[in-house]
C-alpha cells in the first residue's frame, strides 16, 4: 500500500493536494505533518481528519529528531514537500525564518528519505526560480532551462532548496523530482495573498491595495490543476527531472481585481494603488510543453470558471476566513498597510 507523506497539508495548496488524493486514491494512507504556523489551519483538515486513511502529525520540518520518528514509524513509499514560509512580501519584512524551513527544512527530509530507504522525494516549488520576464516580450516564457535567477529573499530560499534536491540525486542518487509552478488560486488560500486578499477586502467593502501601477502579470493556475499535476509526476515523472507546470492564463493585477469587483458587484472607485513591493518581479509565464508531452497533464479549469469557483468558495465558507482575519491576521495588514 502507498503511504505518502505531505508536509505543509495544513496550508493553501497542501490541503487541497491531500483532499484530491484521499479522492482519487482511496487506497492510499495520507499522513501530513505540519507545524501550524500562522499559515497553517487545523480547520482547513477537519474533513480529512473523519478519513481512517489519513493521519495528522504536528511538527516542524526543521525538527530532526521528530521527522526521523514519523518516518521510522510510517515506512513511507513517497514524500511531497509543501511545507514552506511561501509570502513574498514577508520574506521581504523578515528573511531568516524562509532560509531555515525552506532550505534547511528540505535537507531534513532530504536526509529522511535517504536513512529510511531511498524513498521517493517530490519538492514543490516555485516559477519564482527563473526570476521575471519583460512585460514587452510577450514571446518569452520560462522552461526548465531557464537559468535560476531570483529576486525576494522567498524566491533565493526555495531555488536554493531545489539545488540541493538535485544534488541528493547526482551525489546519492536519491529519487527526486521537482516541480516548478505558476501562481495558484482557490479554495482555502490564505488571505494574505491577492486573490483573497481583494475577494475578502471587497466584501467588506474596504480599499483593494494595488502594488505600483498594478500591471504585472501573473500566470494563474486552479490549484485542482496543480494537485493533478503532482500526482502525475510523483507517479509516472522521470527521475532527477524537473517539470513547469502552468496553463497560459496570464493577467495583470489589476485586470484580476477588476475581474473580482465585476463578480461581486462592487465599485472600482475601491481600488488604491500604492506603494510598490520592493524587487517586484514584473511578469512570470510558463511554456508548460514537457509535462503537457510526457505525462498528457493540461489544465482543466479556465480563469473565468475558476475564478468564479473561488468567489463562491470565499461566500460559501465565510467562517474559514473571518476566524483568520479576526486574529492575529489584522496586525499584519496594519503592518504591511497602514499607511502605504
Ligand atoms: P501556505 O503558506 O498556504 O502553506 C504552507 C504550510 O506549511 C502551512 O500549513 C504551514 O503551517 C506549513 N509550514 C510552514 N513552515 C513549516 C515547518 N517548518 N514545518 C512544517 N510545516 C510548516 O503555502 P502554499 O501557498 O500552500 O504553498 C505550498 C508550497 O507550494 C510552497 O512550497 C510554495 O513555495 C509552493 N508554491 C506556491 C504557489 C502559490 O501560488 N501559492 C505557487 C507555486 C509554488
Ligand atoms: O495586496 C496586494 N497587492 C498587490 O498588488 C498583494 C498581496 C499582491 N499584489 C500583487 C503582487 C504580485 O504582483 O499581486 C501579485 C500576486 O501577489 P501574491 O499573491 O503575493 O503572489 P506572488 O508574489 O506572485 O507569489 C505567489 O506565487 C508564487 C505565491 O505567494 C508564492 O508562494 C508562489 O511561489
Known sequence: MKNILVTGGAGFIGSNYIYYMLEKHPDYRIVCIDNLTYAGNLETLKKAMENKNFRFVRGDITDRKAVNSIFKAEGFTAVVNFAA??????SIEE???????????????????????????????????????????????????????TSSPYSASKASADLIVMAYYRTYGLPVTVSRCSNN??????????????????????????????LNVRDWLYVKDHCKAIDMIVENGRIGEVYNIGGHNERTNIDVVKTIIKILGRDESLIKYVKDRP??????????????????????????????????????????????????????????????
Open 185 to 214: 488560486y482557490g479554495p482555502y488560500h490564505f488571505p494574505e495573498k491577492l486573490i483573497p486578499l481583494m475577494i475578502i477586502n471587497a466584501l467588506n467593502k474596504k480599499e483593494l491595495p494595488v502594488y505600483g501601477e498594478g
Open 85 to 90: 514560509e511561501s509570502h513574498v512580501d514577508r
Open 95 to 149: 528573511p531568516e525564518v524562509f532560509l531555515k524551513t525552506n532550505i534547511l527544512g528540505t535537507q531534513v527530509l532530504l536526509d529522511a528519505c535517504r536513512k529510511f530507504g531511498n524513498i521517493r522525494y517530490h519538492q514543490v516549488s516555485t516559477d519564482e526560480v527563473y526570476g521575471d520576464l519583460p512585460l514587452d516580450r510577450p514571446d518569452l516564457f520560462f522552461t526548465e532551462n531557464t537559468p535560476i535567477h
Open 279 to 340: 524587487g517586484h518581479d514584473l511578469r512570470y509565464a510558463i511554456d508548460p510543453t514537457k509535462i503537457k508531452n510526457e505525462l498528457g497533464w493540461e489544465p482543466e479549469t479556465t480563469f473565468e470558471e475558476g475564478i468564479q469557483l473561488t468567489v463562491k468558495w470565499y461566500l460559501e465558507n465565510r467562517y474559514w476566513w473571518e476566524n483568520i482575519i479576526n486574529g492575529e491576521y489584522m496586525k499584519y495588514y496594519e503592518k504591511m498597510y497602514g499607511g502605504r
